[in-house]
């Protein structure tokens, strides 16, 4: 959990975003990806591009970190984070995907389901706040 690092804030109190991160679902299974250059398992998100809303970021990570076609994105909370080297309010999005296509050239080499959070996750800290959160809110049953 990540009590001094990581805050949960209702959705959109933040304003002003530099990241986007998405809790995604398939059939009641976590989704999470395998990032090329790192161990652990992550969340989908990145960096909102440059002319670039929230929401529109949130769909392209989405696509390119997992591959979904066709989901349903609701709106989830805001955190703010901050590590050794830097800080950033994140704008954090549910979706509940129904349909997968290939992932798409990029830096996340496959994805994969869990019932359970993995032991290996590259940003703990963050994940379980997370993960918290939408258990707190019914969105995610099924343990």
């Known amino acids: 959990m990540c ?3 990581c805050r949960i804030f209702p959705f959109n109190s933040l304003k ?3 990241y ?6 398939y059939q009641n299974k976590m989704v999470l990806s395998k990032h090329r250059e790192r161990t652990g ?3 989908q998100g990145g960096k909102i ?3 670039e809303t929230e929401i529109e970021a949130a769909r392209r990570e989405l696509y390119e970190e997992s591959g979904a076609k066709e989901y349903k ?7 703010w984070a901050k590590d050794e080297s830097h800080e950033a309010n994140t704008m954090v999005f549910f979706a509940d995907i129904i349909t997968f296509g290939q992932i798409p050239e990029s830096e996340i080499e496959y994805i994969s389901f869990f019932d359970r959070p993995p032991k290996d996750l590259t940003y703990s800290y963050i994940f379980y706040s997370i993960y918290e959160f939408v258990l707190s809110q ?6």
Not at 20 to 25: E, H, P
Not at 138 to 143: A, D, G, Q
Request: glycine share 0%; charged share 25%.
């Open 3 to 5: 009590k001094s690092k």
């Open 16 to 18: 002003k975003y530099t």
């Open 41 to 43: 398992w992550e969340n």
């Open 73 to 79: 994105l609701y709106p989830l909370c805001d955190y």
């Open 49 to 51: 591009e440059k002319n």
């Open 138 to 143: 019914n969105l995610y049953i099924e343990l």
């Open 20 to 25: 986007v991160l998405i809790f995604s679902v």
